[in-house]
């Protein structure tokens, strides 16, 4: 069965319980243990767990009050406000194009398509056990990506610390503002409710979870992410999939370490799968550019480690695609397929590679929309390009070496998306100006705290950032 006779079973199953209807909702959940903040798909914000209901059950790290009553909007029909990504994917249909949103795409999952029937069952303000576990402990990292904030990378606090805010027509990444509302995080090494919590919760669910996911910050500089491998080899899951996010670019000796522990860990079988989840969102100094502190050609060498040297490994690219991303994401594709043909030629080996392309919505000015319909056409190319690159299941020589159907239906429905913005924008040239006045600002900004030069680094973009700095005094003069 493909992809969509997959997707097309999995909406009429959650049709019968409700048109709005999600599983990761229940069955889903990431938590900020740095920040106490949780969320159920990595599309909704996340929002604050209060610490007196973890008090009364460490649960609460998933099972908030407010995203219970998420849960029963859901069951009754309604959509969720916070959950607008997938209702624009939805609404954004193409003539007879059917468009599967990542609502339909996560409820199809392993972890999720089993248990429609058993959700809906259960009382709405009922406790759900995730069988999807995302966590990050601390926000210590490496890298200060554009798009990221003092509230996931311990770089970009240090930043802000030295510099303050951005200047743009609101100040961005205030860290007087991110302790007002919650989202400052607590310093790696003080005190946490939220890890001490998650410490008495995970012993008693880890045995329900299917995949089990840790994020940061960069995981690889933290202590505790070595202390689950190490809770691994002593309590093997061999039900689980165990997935890591990485920038991959960390400090080899560091890295080193990992990979032997993840070898002991496949050597046992005591988990079911492992895959490492890495981003990137364009080539070389460009992706450099997004990504500072990045050094474009060791993550390469480190995503065919991980490739190479852990057997069985699997490896998602994971592309924030942003208005920066544009350019050279053709590029950045065939290290992609590069990496697909290389190690889809094991026999034994399925599908080690793929790409997974969600897009920028915060901060507003990255958006890919911003970059206007005259700049559509490296959007419309990059598809293009995946097409033509697109696996040939009925050809063993090619099949698994391309992009699968799954990746292009993902890729094709941002294209969508895109220029339905793009087209919303230019009939708005008011809200058109105060993006980019602010995408102005921020990369004059962004190229002066970091010594680095936008027009050298992407020379595509003259006309964009000319038509920026228009933006901006045109919304001086108001």
Not at 142 to 160: F, V
Request: net charge negative; with cysteine.
């Amino acid at each position: 069965m493909d992809h969509n006779q997959i997707f097309s079973d999995t909406t009429q199953e959650l049709d019968k319980v409700s048109p709005s209807f999600c599983v990761a909702k229940w069955n889903q959940v990431t938590v900020h243990l740095s920040t106490g903040l949780t969320h159920s798909c990595h599309h909704p914000s996340a929002h604050k767990i209060p610490i007196e209901e973890i008090k009364i059950s460490p649960s609460a790290l998933h099972n908030t009050s407010f995203k219970k009553e998420q849960r029963k909007l859901m069951l009754e029909g309604k959509r969720p406000s916070e959950c607008d990504y997938c209702w624009r994917a939805e609404d954004s249909k193409q003539g007879d194009t059917v468009v599967y949103s990542d609502r339909i795409t996560k409820s199809s999952e392993p972890w999720a398509k089993p248990y429609i029937n058993s959700i809906a069952a259960m009382p709405w303000d009922a406790d759900a056990n995730p069988t999807y576990l995302e966590v990050d402990f601390d926000t210590t990292c490496n890298l200060k990506c554009m798009y990221c904030s003092p509230s996931y990378s311990s770089t970009w606090r240090q930043e802000i610390e030295r510099h303050g805010p951005y200047k743009l027509s609101q100040d961005l990444h205030s860290l007087d503002w991110l302790k007002q509302i919650g989202q400052l995080p607590i310093p790696a090494n003080q005190e946490n409710p939220y890890i001490d919590a998650f410490w008495q919760w995970f012993p008693d669910i880890v045995h329900n979870l299917q995949t089990f996911r840790i994020t940061g910050g960069e995981p690889l500089l933290s202590k505790n992410t070595f202390k689950i491998l190490d809770f691994l080899i002593e309590n093997p899951q061999p039900q689980m999939e165990f997935n890591i996010n990485s920038n991959l670019d960390v400090p080899g000796e560091l890295f080193d370490k990992f990979i032997n522990k993840i070898k002991i860990i496949q050597e046992m079988k005591a988990v079911r799968l492992f895959k490492v989840y890495t981003s990137n969102e364009s080539h070389g100094e460009q992706a450099e550019y997004i990504r500072f502190g990045l050094n474009y050609e060791s993550w390469l060498k480190n995503c065919h480690r991980v490739l190479s040297e852990v057997p069985d490994s699997h490896l998602t690219v994971m592309a924030a695609y942003n208005i920066l991303s544009l350019p050279k994401f053709k590029l950045f594709m065939d290290d992609i397929i590069d990496m697909k043909w290389k190690y889809t030629a094991q026999p034994h080996r399925k599908n080690p590679v793929s790409l997974d392309v969600p897009y920028i919505r915060w901060p507003h000015f990255l958006a890919p929309w911003v970059a206007g319909t005259e700049n559509l056409h490296y959007v419309e190319d990059a598809v293009t390009h995946m097409y033509r690159n697109i696996h040939q299941m009925h050809w063993p020589p090619l099949c698994g070496k391309g992009f699968f159907d799954y990746e292009v239906n993902r890729f094709e429905r941002l294209y969508n998306v895109v220029k339905d913005e793009m087209i919303k924008l230019e009939r708005n040239p008011e809200q058109m100006d105060k993006l980019r006045s602010d995408f102005y600002l921020y990369t004059i900004q962004y190229e002066e705290r970091k010594n680095i030069n936008f027009l050298n680094t992407f020379p595509e973009y003259e006309e964009l950032f000319n038509k920026s700095k228009e933006s901006h005094n045109r919304c001086q003069t108001i």
